[in-house]
């Protein structure tokens, strides 16, 4: 069963093709709340077809961002990833002194390079649209 929504309101298109939106509902039970229109969503809680009618052509544009904004949020993925290899690969290894302490020195070695160049994959001249990521040893 759907909720029925009568009033929308600072409504944002987030495509080209003006299909996904960023929008204020007055929600029956919520008062007003965001709301990401996305005709994908299977969700039928509340009618993105109705909504895109009470939105119909009062919306803000579409803003392609910039390459800065593409790159920044490019960059920001290579440093999640990054940071999950770190965190649960790298670190339960290094930081135990148990187990780094039952490797041989290459092994060590191998490790802690490995560690480095995670650390300095930002220094990659691809970073942050082309990046080599190093093997694990």
Same mark, same amino acid.
């Given at each position: 069963?759907?909720?029925?929504?009568?009033?929308?309101?600072n409504a944002a298109s987030l495509n080209e093709e003006n299909t996904m939106f960023d929008v204020e509902i007055n929600?029956? %039970?919520?008062g007003w709340v965001p709301y990401f229109l996305d005709p994908d969503d299977t969700d039928d809680d509340v009618s993105n077809e109705a909504?895109?009618?009470l939105i119909g052509s009062d919306y803000a544009a579409y803003i392609a961002p910039t390459q800065e904004e593409l790159d920044a949020v490019a960059a920001s993925e290579v440093r999640r990833e990054r940071e999950f290899?770190?965190?649960n690969h790298v %670190?339960?290894?290094?930081s135990n002194p148990l187990r780094w302490n039952d490797m041989t020195p290459e092994q060590q070695g191998a490790w802690s390079q490995y560690r480095t160049d995670l650390l300095?994959?930002? %220094?990659?001249s691809g970073f942050p649209h082309s990046v080599n990521w190093p093997t694990s040893p």
């Open positions: 069963m759907s909720t029925e929504i009568t009033q929308v309101r929600h029956p %039970d919520y909504l895109l009618s290899k770190l965190v %670190d339960p290894i290094v300095n994959i930002t %220094d990659q």
